[in-house]
Nanobody, 126 residues
Framework: QVQLVESGGGSVQAGGSLRVSCAASGYTYSKFTMGWFRQAPGKEREGVAAIGYLDNTAYANSVKDRFTISKDNAKNTLYLQMNSLKPEDTAMYYC????????????????????WGQGTQVTVSS
């Protein structure tokens, strides 16, 4: 059974940095497409970043050049390094996994993902 467990959330001031992690188990981690999503109160869940089988990446425009997605296949762990954080980055952050449609396939669409973690809260104060 696929399990995803996020950690590393917390509170930080604007301009600061934070790294969230997602420990995966129950499947061949390196072969999946992985993504980070976030949901702020009163808003829909949105895709933040994704990383594919070939370590190719995609980012939402709102986080490009500030956030970096990466994975450590040996540790079955996904990361999201967040720099230059803004109050509007405040949200619950979720990691997600899905079987890729091709080696290069990436998606930031939540309906394309089959497995989800419980989330970790990130709060950025001004």
């Amino acid at each position: 059974q696929v399990q995803l467990v996020e950690s590393g959330g917390g509170s930080v001031q604007a301009g600061g940095s934070l790294r969230v992690s997602c420990a995966a188990s129950g499947y061949t981690y390196s072969k999946f497409t992985m993504g980070w999503f976030r949901q702020a109160p009163g808003k829909e869940r949105e895709g933040v970043a994704a990383i594919g089988y070939l370590d190719n990446t995609a980012y939402a425009n709102s986080v490009k050049d500030r956030f970096t997605i990466s994975k450590d296949n040996a540790k079955n762990t996904l990361y999201l390094q967040m720099n230059s954080l803004k109050p509007e980055d405040t949200a619950m952050y979720y990691c997600a996994a899905t079987s890729p449609r091709s080696f290069e396939w990436l998606t930031l669409v939540q309906n394309d993902y089959n497995y989800w973690g419980q989330g970790t809260q990130v709060t950025v104060s001004s």
